[in-house]
């Protein structure tokens, strides 16, 4: 008996090594890769933090602080709640804007990319107005709709309704036709084709279109909110800056880069959420 259980004790370890060895492995590897992808990112943030102390001069270093100041002003507005109060108003903001254009610009796409004739009457107005940036039409918002909410909520519907609206176009209209003719073969009504067959083909296009109005309803919205707003980060940089508190306005600036980054990832997870059809 006794001689048994040391004949399988070993046994029984190199199974449990075994099994270690890969996930160890494993998780090495995606350790490297996670620092390789984040390389640049570190190395643009030590590059942030010793220059501004070991090359610039001390005149200078007032305009470019190091990243330990601004981390340290960051904090202080973290603390203290004024950061949580304008990120809270760009958000509600942003997200009315974005979830409009989204609710008009996909249904608005689709029945451009359907109806040809649609198509044809509304494209010349379409290739107009896209073609005119959003930030050279907010003078007119704000003289039209003032300096309110209204003024910053619709400029972020327009800048964010195009690439929604495009890219459902195209994403309608790139569906293989293969695709459509063997629906009418399986007899398959046109409504049917379009919501079973057309409409999940798209999603991937529109998907992409949609996240690239996320970043231009953030990124617009800033902007926006640095002519007559009392609140939201575009506001905390401008007015930062012009009462020359240089680290905080740095960190309103890096706020800004954190919650594109957030925004876009959400988008992202929606998106392979969605489409899973597609990668599958």
């Known amino acids: 008996m006794s001689t048994l259980v040391l004949q399988d004790q070993p046994a ?54 190091p990243l330990h100041e601004v981390l340290q002003q960051l904090w202080k507005m973290i603390i203290s709640g004024d950061l949580a109060t304008h990120i809270a108003a760009s958000l509600s903001r942003s997200a009315i804007g974005f979830i409009l254009a989204v609710a008009i610009g996909v249904p608005v796409g689709l029945v451009v990319a359907w109806f040809s004739k649609v198509g044809d009457f509304l494209n010349p107005l379409l290739e107009v107005f896209r073609n005119t940036a959003a930030l050279a039409l907010l003078p007119v918002f704000t003289l039209l709709l003032g300096i309110g909410e209204l003024s910053k909520v619709s400029i972020v519907l327009y800048a964010a309704f195009f690439p929604v609206l495009l890219n459902t176009i195209l994403g309608a209209r790139s569906v293989d036709p293969l695709l459509i003719r063997a629906g009418r073969t399986l007899g398959l009504n046109s409504f049917e084709i379009f919501s079973k067959v057309v409409l999940p083909a798209s999603v991937p296009i529109i998907f992409t279109g949609i996240r690239m109005a996320g970043t231009s309803a953030v990124l617009v919205l800033i902007a926006a909110e640095m002519i007559g707003a009392k609140a939201g980060l575009g506001y905390l940089i401008t007015n930062s800056q012009a009462s020359f508190l240089i680290p905080k306005m740095y960190a309103a600036i890096l706020t800004v880069a954190i919650l594109g980054f957030a925004v876009n990832a959400a988008l992202v997870a929606l998106e392979r959420h969605f489409s899973r059809w597609a990668r599958a």
């Open 12 to 65: 029984s370890i190199d199974v449990v090594s075994a099994q270690r060895k890969p996930s160890t492995g494993r998780a090495i590897k995606t350790l490297r890769k996670t620092l390789y992808r984040s390389g640049a990112i570190i190395g643009f943030l030590l590059v942030w933090e010793l220059v501004p102390q070991f090359v610039l001069e001390p005149a200078s270093k007032v305009f470019l602080p």
